[in-house]
Every structure is written in C-alpha cells, then in structure tokens.
C-alpha cells in the first residue's frame, strides 16, 4: 500500500518520523538502516547559541518509560546548518529543525537564520520543553504565549511549514491547539514529555539532577492518543502524533484518531532500528486492517453510538 | 560500517563465576558472535537488550566488551539493577538484539611499557586488551577488587602477564590501594609508560588525580547510564577538559586524562 502523504505542503513517503531528541542529528542512526526509508527526521533541538545543557544524572528508566533533563544540550544553529547538515541526504529525507528559545522574538531570530537553509525542510517549534529554567514548558502553558511565538516563528519562517509542539502538562490541550493556529501555526506536533519524578529510597535523592524531567516512552501513550485526538477535533490544521510509539501497531492507533503523521522517540532507545522496521511495516498493518488507503484510515476512529 | 548493525543473536551460555553468593554474582554472559565486520578494539562497548524483555524495560544495557572471537562474545555483568537481574535469567539459546561495537578503544602502543589498572569489574576490557596485544610482555596489571578473584575472569590474565592484585575487605583498605594506585602511576609517568584504566569512578578519580599530579599518559575508560549508546540522548555526558559536555557514548568510553575532567 502507497503510505506517502502530505502534511502541510511536506510531502513524505511515509508518516513515519524520528523525534527530536531521540534521534540525534540522524547521522548516528546511518549504520542501523536507511536514513531515507523514513518520511522525515526532526532533529536535536536547536537554539541560536551552543547549550550546555543540564548536570548529570540527567535521565531515569521508569517502568515502561524514561524521565529527561537533558536541558536542550546542542552545538547551537550555526553548527547544525555547517556541519550536520550537509551530511544528511536533504534532497530527498525531509529534514525538520526542531527550535528552542527563551522568548517570542528569539524564536523569530531563530526561524529567521533557518528560513534559507535549503536543506530544511520544516520548523518545529518546542514551546513545551519541561527541563529549561528559561522559557521551556511556561510557552506551553500559555496560550497567548504559544500564538505569540506562532506568530513570530511564522513572520520570519519564509516559505517552511510551521509546526508547533505542544505539552500535554495542560488542563486542555484544545485550548493550546486552538492557540498555535490562531498564530499562523501550519501544523502543530504532540505530545512533547509529561513532567514527571522519580526518587532513590537508599539515598535519598531524586534520581535526575534537575529534580523534575520529562516522562515518555510506552508509558505515556494512553495520554498521547488522548491528547491527539482532542486536538484533531480542535482544529483545522493536520496533527502529528507522538508519544510511546515502538511498533506499527501503535503508529497506526495514532493515524486512526486523526494524526495525519508519527514520530518515534523513546522507541528509538529500545533499539535503534526501531523507526525503520515501523516505516517498514506500517503498510503491512494498516492491509491487515482492511484499509482502503491511508487516507480512508486517517481519522476513521468509530465511536461508540 | 555496515547498515543493520543491530542484530538479534543467541545466547550460548549465561553463569555466574566462582563462588559468587547468590545476589552477589559476577556473570560471564557469552553470546554468538555478532558477525561484525571489521571486528572490534578491547575498550569498546555493546549495547544489550533481550527479545524477552518487556515494555517495561526501555532501554537496552552497555557492557564493555570482555572478549570475542569468531564464534563468542563475552560480557561480564553484576546484578545491580533491574535490567541486570533480568539478565541473569537469561538462557542458553534466548535471544538479544545487540548493538555495536560501539565507542572508542584502548591505544596499544608499540615498545612501551603498558600499565593496566583495573577496579572490580573494570577487569572486564582487560581480557580482550590482553589477548589482542601484539606485545604482551610489556603490559603489567594492577588488580583491586572486593570478591574474590575467582569470582573474576582473572586467570586468562594472570598467565599471560605480570600481575599484582589486591583486596578490599573493609573501608580501612582504600588508603593503600590509593597509595599504590599513586606510586604506580608515577612510575609510569617516570618511565614513559602508558596507563590504561577502568574500573568505579572513585577510582578513576584517584588515576585521573595522580595522571595530572605527575604527568602521566593515561586513558580512563568511563561507564554511564546510557539510553541508546550511539550519541542521540546525550544523557551519559560527562564533563572534557575544557569543562563541556561530552557524550561518553561516542567521545569516549575511553578518554585522555587530559581531555577529562573528574573533579566534583
């Protein structure tokens, strides 16, 4: 079955993509299978100056997930675009830059540097990080703050699609939707992590050194559905869906509350080929399911009369 | 490299050694061999997630890399956590999915003499690094552990080159393995020597201390929590000389003492 589709003007051979933060800069996946077999990457998040990021210990396995404070670590814009880049086969796998800033015009600035990098080929904007003490998940909460940011990553985005991220740690998640495309948003990415904890008895201390950390992984996958499918019916623009995703199984769930597109994070930490066999896959699942198409499957979701 | 250098391979035995106590024990995992192409260097690592294992178990775990030749792969594993206990149920033919060889790798310099020093588990890489040296004669190994050394892959070691082990029973120990640990590296560093070391952080510490109080050329192998053990989570970093994050997945695990920074 042809599984190629359009999401915000991006056309991509499959819906499979790899999350920011998961998949590095995709250049560390090359030996683990095709780069290319997949509909698109997005890559590390990136802020306009190179990130430390936050002190160790910054991650936590939790049953059936993971906690993270990594704390947007990256070699900064220019570095991507000279370096990374390059080496990734743009021309023909969709390469998304994930954006990270502290503030509405940074965001603009930011997209701004990105608007003319061929290679690139959609911006995702991380109004929802939990881990950064500036900025990060208070966009998120906000829904002014997520049209202003919207509005100022659009201004300056040229002709590249706009996809906001939106967290989950919110009372409705329509609500943020809502806001994102009131901004000009073309597309919104969710869910970004739940903000979690996770603490040692014997010592006495949290397990990540930033105390609190962003839970994802299959555990958070009931929350994800939940949350793409209200958004879905919230507006206009097309979803991608992501949380806990490790098998064409659960890609397909996401597509049949309406995600048009996926992304894979912490299943890429289970193995990392994880992405490609979903790519791989998908097909196969969604034949076995008796779709149609890929367009019929989308949103087909029968609910209860 | 090859693409698809993830792999499912079966286990071909899975024991404790020596007299390890039950929950106390120090496990020789052998595996398949993975068929890597070109093969592997003594300091790399693998990362191992059985086919078993459940959702509940994200990530898979990395091990320095023991020993391997054209039909095994050998892992050495305490049980310290849930994944670990896991491990210990594996069978004679289940199977894992691994990945690697992964990270950077020892030196083996050509007529210099080569210091081992190995803290418990750190003994680990030291087999491989042993059999694949082209000039054994020049490699000496200082030993310190808590179990005995039964309990060790210790013997494919102790034959082959010059040894000197000791044991920590209680806290009260640590001040002469410290010291030793101290004069060995001077020596090193006084004879162009090379020291190559793995083992608990507190006693790469103590090398990385003494390295940089004497000069010594010495390469530290660090372990970390890791997710995926290919440079992607950056949640293994640890700090380079110049006081930045590095991942130690792909910078190291094996780094220059003076590119490292230990303290804190």
């Known amino acids: ?305 | 490299m090859s693409a698809n250098n993830c792999r499912a391979v079966k286990v071909i035995s899975n024991k404790p050694l020596g007299l390890s106590s039950p929950g106390e024990e120090i496990v020789e995992l052998k595996l398949e061999y993975p068929d890597w192409k070109p093969g592997w260097r003594a300091g790399q690592f693998v990362m191992i997630r059985p086919i078993s294992w459940p959702l509940d178990l994200v990530w898979g775990r990395p091990f320095s890399i023991c020993n391997a030749d054209e039909t095994s792969l050998t892992i050495l594993f305490q049980v310290v956590g849930r994944g670990t206990a896991r491990l210990l149920e594996l069978k004679e033919g289940d199977e894992v999915n691994i990945w690697g060889p992964l990270g950077n790798f020892f030196s083996k310099p050509q007529n210099r003499p080569v210091l081992m020093l190995a803290g418990g588990m750190g003994i680990a890489p030291f087999c491989g690094y042993v059999d694949s040296h082209p000039q054994p004669e020049n490699l000496k190994l200082f030993f310190a552990h808590r179990p005995p050394l039964e309990n060790y892959p210790y013997k494919g070691i102790s034959g082959k080159v010059d040894v000197e082990d000791i044991r920590e029973t209680k806290p009260t120990d640590i001040p002469a393995i410290i010291a030793r640990v101290e004069e060995l590296v001077k020596e090193y560093a006084d004879n162009d020597g090379l020291i190559v070391a793995c083992g608990p952080t507190p006693f790469l510490k103590t090398i990385w201390n003494a390295a940089n109080k004497y000069g010594a050329d010495a390469e530290l192998s660090l372990e970390n929590r890791m997710a995926c053990g290919v440079g992607a989570c950056l949640g293994c970093v640890c700090k380079d000389g110049d006081d930045h994050h590095t991942q130690v997945c792909t910078t190291g695990p094996v780094f220059k003492a003076n590119n490292l920074s230990l303290e804190g």
């Open chain 1, 1 to 305: 079955m042809d599984v190629s589709i359009d999401f915000a003007g991006l056309k991509l051979k499959n819906p499979i993509l790899t999350a920011s933060g998961t998949f590095g800069f995709g250049l560390e996946f090359k030996r683990f299978g095709d780069l290319e077999s997949l509909g698109g990457i997005v890559v590390k998040g990136l802020s306009l100056k190179p990130r430390e990021g936050n002190p160790m210990p910054r991650i936590a396995e939790t049953p059936c997930g993971m906690l993270n404070a990594i704390g947007i670590q990256n070699p900064g814009v220019e570095e991507f675009i000279n370096k990374k880049l390059p080496k990734l086969p743009w021309k023909t796998l969709p390469v998304l830059a994930n954006l990270y800033a502290t503030d509405a015009a940074e965001f603009g600035e930011l997209a701004g540097v990105l608007a003319g990098e061929e290679g690139v080929a959609a911006l995702e904007v991380n109004v929802s990080c939990p881990n950064v003490k500036e900025g990060g998940i208070a966009f998120g909460q906000d829904p002014r703050q997520i049209t202003k940011v919207a509005e100022a990553v659009k201004k300056n985005a040229g002709n590249k699609p706009v996809i906001i991220k939106l967290s989950p740690n919110v009372t409705d998640i329509t609500v943020c939707a809502k806001a994102a495309e009131d901004g000009g948003a073309d597309g919104l990415s969710l869910i970004n992590t739940l903000s979690g904890m996770a603490v040692d008895i014997e010592r006495r201390t949290p397990r990540l050194a930033n105390v609190i950390g962003g839970l994802s992984g299959p555990a958070v996958k009931p929350v994800a559905l939940r949350c793409v499918y209200q958004a879905v019916n919230a507006v206009k623009i097309p979803v991608m869906g992501l949380g806990g995703i490790t098998t064409a199984e659960d890609a397909a769930e996401f597509l049949l509350v309406g995600a048009k597109a996926v992304q894979i994070g912490t299943g890429n930490f289970l193995s990392p080929d994880t992405a490609f066999k979903v790519a791989e896959e998908l097909s196969k699942v969604l034949e076995r399911v008796k779709a149609e198409s890929i367009d019929e499957f989308i949103g087909s979701l029968q609910l209860p009369k």
